[in-house]
């Protein structure tokens, strides 16, 4: 072999395990930026439930109207702490609002991205108002609930089935409603395709992803103008081995397609976190009694905020329908 080829064959192998090696470290550094727990999150980071500097309209007025509803309903229902141990071992914690104790009607309302239980007491508001009793749980590498990486959904579809166990352990005649935001949504989304009590009688999700690839992927090119591939690719080994799942399998898409319960679908129009466009592909995707509802004009996480009597008076209405 001439000594130019064999310089060239050597100049290629080193540019290629630079890459290698490159494509990995920055692999390892989003799994770390978007997955591993931290007490706080990077100043970068979406927290799953208010939208990153936009508002619309009477947005900032009906959201201190409500939280000043929700202050007044927290004086005057049972809050206690409860928790289940999920599969892998970690300790997950919940909050549950109680009104009526008699009541058969439970709610499981799931947080979105780097949030946590405390987040959602407007929603849960609005359910225990409608006659629930609402559960709220942390999701796990989130508030008190145990774990080092964040499931993005997919983990947490098995959390919150154990969740909706407890609730069937405790009340046989339970009848029992999904709802989540963001990640929330997601999560409730993957859970719909699971084998399901039949205590569940509907699944109501808000500006939830298509899968976890397509939403990094989505995030990749927003936060750092980065290229799918190779980047995606090495975050997505690094988190199977650190996390313990894939980011193609964490598909609401396809999880959908095997859902046997009715599901509500709520977007934003103006959302750019989780693009707008993904709903109608959810949507299209569940083969159940269904709705869509879009808000004009709200941004991520927004809807309710932006208009809530329209939000909430569609929920009731489309759980009116499935409800004794």
């Not at 072999?1 to 494509?23: D, E, N, P, Q, R």
């Amino acid at each position: 072999m001439k000594k130019k080829t064999k310089i060239l064959i050597s100049v290629l192998v080193l540019a290629a395990a630079i890459l290698t090696a490159g494509s990995f470290w920055a692999g390892n550094y989003l799994v770390d930026y978007a997955l591993y727990r931290t007490d706080q999150a990077p100043e970068s980071a979406h927290d799953g439930k208010a939208p990153v500097g936009e508002t619309y309209g009477n947005e900032e007025a009906n959201k201190a109207q409500e939280q000043a509803l929700t202050d007044a309903w927290l004086e005057t229902v049972s809050i206690e702490k409860t928790e289940i141990v999920s599969e892998d071992g970690l300790t997950l914690r919940a909050l549950q609002y109680t009104a009526d104790p008699s009541a058969h009607r439970y709610a499981l309302v799931i947080h979105g991205y780097t949030s946590n239980k405390e987040a959602m007491q407007t929603e849960a508001r609005h359910f225990s108002e409608l006659g629930y009793t609402v559960i709220t749980p942390d999701n796990r590498a989130h508030g008190e609930s145990d774990g080092s990486y964040i499931g993005m959904g997919w983990l947490d579809r098995k959390d919150l089935l154990l969740w909706i166990q407890q609730i069937v352990n405790q009340d046989s005649q339970a009848e029992i409603i999904l709802y989540g935001v963001s990640m929330g949504g997601a999560t409730v989304m993957m859970t719909a395709g699971e084998e399901l009590p039949d205590n569940v009688k509907a699944v109501i999700e808000d500006c939830g992803y298509t899968s976890v690839y397509d939403m990094f992927k989505n995030q990749l090119d927003y936060r750092f103008g980065l290229p799918e591939f190779p980047f995606l690719a090495t975050a997505d080994v690094m988190t199977g081995i650190r996390a313990g799942y894939h980011f193609k399998e964490a598909s609401a898409l396809e999880q959908l397609k095997k859902a046997s319960v009715p599901m509500m679908f709520i977007h934003g129009s103006n959302d750019t976190y989780v693009p707008t466009d993904m709903v109608y592909q959810v949507y299209e995707a569940c083969p159940t009694e269904k709705e869509l509802l879009v808000v004009e004009g709200a941004a991520h996480a927004a809807s309710a905020d932006v208009d809530p009597e329209l939000y909430w008076n569609s929920v009731t209405a489309f759980l009116n329908r499935f409800l004794n």
